[in-house]
């Protein structure tokens, strides 16, 4: 498959995004091996990790069939140069940046920038976003996603960041989420691959229960 056709794969049956920020290189195989052995087929390592573009090309090397694996924060474009080199395949922001977006559409990755209005995600759009981060989605909440996806295209797939736990991805999902970002829920630093595997597992276990 392509990697848009493995994208849409993961729209389909699990678009869950581990986001393991502050993970090292030293960590990255072990803790990826379980998360990608949970369910998970994302793996993001945002830019303000130790040495992120070492745990990428690790991991991209060792998952990069089996999941999609990227960089989050990226927020200059030199650092999607960057990602694409070491095997980067996704390339997340906290924010709406047009040339950031253009530039990994341009290298062939998928790009998932953030927002928090109307005017950023239509920014985001026009600029070739593959995917949007509703970021924090614990301020904008269920009736503000709820109020955005009245006017987004129907088939651009947002995704709820910050805050999501097992317990409250139907209420989301409810209004029309297509997937959650999920950071110190399925990794913080210091978890061991084990504890990894077991917060990873929680939410791929939630998502099969909602009848996903």
């Not at 996603?145 to 999501?164: H, N, Q, T």
Request: proline fraction near 7%.
């Amino acid at each position: 498959m392509t990697l848009i056709e493995r994208w849409q794969d993961t729209l389909n049956t699990l678009p869950l995004v581990a986001i393991l920020r502050g993970i090292t290189p030293a960590e990255a195989l072990s803790v990826g091996e379980q998360i990608v052995a949970a369910g998970f087929k994302v793996l993001e390592v945002p830019l303000n990790s130790p040495e992120p573009f070492e745990s990428i090309k690790l991991m991209a090397e060792a998952f990069g069939k089996a999941a999609i694996v990227g960089a989050g924060t990226v927020l200059k474009v030199e650092d999607v140069d960057t990602l694409a080199s070491v095997g980067g395949q996704i390339c997340i922001s906290p924010n709406t940046n047009p040339a950031v977006i253009k530039r990994a559409k341009a290298l062939g990755l998928i790009s998932f920038p953030a927002f928090f209005t109307a005017t950023e995600a239509f920014t985001a759009i026009d600029a070739g976003a593959d995917a949007l981060k509703l970021f924090p989605a614990e301020l904008a909440g269920v009736k503000g996603l709820k109020a955005l996806k009245a006017i987004l295209p129907k088939d651009m797939p947002v995704f709820p960041v910050g805050g999501v736990e097992p317990g409250n991805m139907k209420e989301y999902l409810d209004v029309g989420a297509a997937g959650f970002g999920i950071g110190s829920s399925v990794y913080k630093p210091g978890d061991t691959a084990e504890i990894a595997f077991a917060k990873a597992k929680a939410f791929t276990d939630a998502w099969k229960a909602l009848g996903k």
